[in-house]
């Protein structure tokens, strides 16, 4: 009797293989058809990433480090809105800690250091299997009591690979400080960097608007720890996105 050998499941197909005995035409065995279940492959994560660098357009307002946030539901921030917990953090003390970890965000990046007057940054971002992101960020002008500067849910979808968009952003005014400019009220270094920033107490507006400037001690507000160096025109960042994979 001949012993069937035994073959891989891979190499068995649609058929009927018969054996015979020595010297006579008996059927000794009948494999019929095997099916063999395949695994569906594992699909592979596609990338979507963009440099977003930020340049600072003003004479004597430092850039906080400036958060970058990839989302699909809600904004960071709105004119006439009410500015969030998160919101309010970095805009009275410059801590983007809270929008890093903000509920709708699906990415951030945070920039490693404040950008000076004159200077750029830019920073990488990836999300993966989202082709039609909102892209927000924010930093504060840290020689103000409320105010910061960004760019609110703008789509990424409309990048291309290897395509890039810039735009000028202006300053806003968080609502939630009095734009007192009084020392002890402004992390940045024009209060020495010993500002009181975040508090939890709102008593101003109540909602984000565009920022009024800042009245210095040159304007005649004695109580202001500004000058007319803090002053700023609008724009006040320089924002270009470069989609890169």
């Not at 009591?145 to 952003?169: C, E, I």
């Amino acid at each position: 009797m001949y012993q069937l050998k035994k073959l891989p499941l891979a190499t068995l197909v649609s058929s009927i293989l018969l054996l015979t005995a020595c010297g006579d035409d008996k059927i000794v065995e009948v494999i019929k058809e095997v099916e063999v279940e395949v695994p569906a492959p594992v699909p592979t994560p596609v990338n979507f990433s963009y440099e977003i660098t930020v340049t600072n357009l003003t004479n004597s307002q430092p850039l906080s480090p400036v958060a970058v946030i990839l989302h699909k539901q809600s904004h960071v921030f709105s004119v006439g809105g009410i500015a969030s917990l998160e919101l309010e953090q970095m805009a009275e003390g410059g801590d983007n800690s809270g929008l890093m970890n903000w509920g709708f965000g699906l990415a951030s990046r945070s920039g490693a250091a404040p950008i000076g007057p004159g200077a750029s940054e830019t920073i990488m971002i990836t999300i993966e299997d989202v082709s039609d992101a909102n892209l927000s960020l924010a930093s504060m002008l840290v020689n103000t009591n409320d105010g910061f500067s960004g760019l609110d849910a703008w789509n990424v979808s409309q990048l291309a690979l290897g395509d890039s968009w810039t735009t000028n952003a202006f300053t806003y005014d968080a609502g939630t400080e009095a734009n007192t400019e009084a020392a002890g009220t402004i992390p940045g270094p024009a209060d020495g960097s010993e500002g009181a920033g975040f508090n939890t107490d709102r008593d101003d507006s109540g909602f984000i608007s565009m920022h009024p400037g800042v009245v210095s001690s040159d304007d005649g507000l004695n109580t202001s720890i500004l000058t007319q160096a803090h002053k700023f025109d609008n724009p006040s960042m320089r924002i270009k996105v470069t989609r890169i994979e």
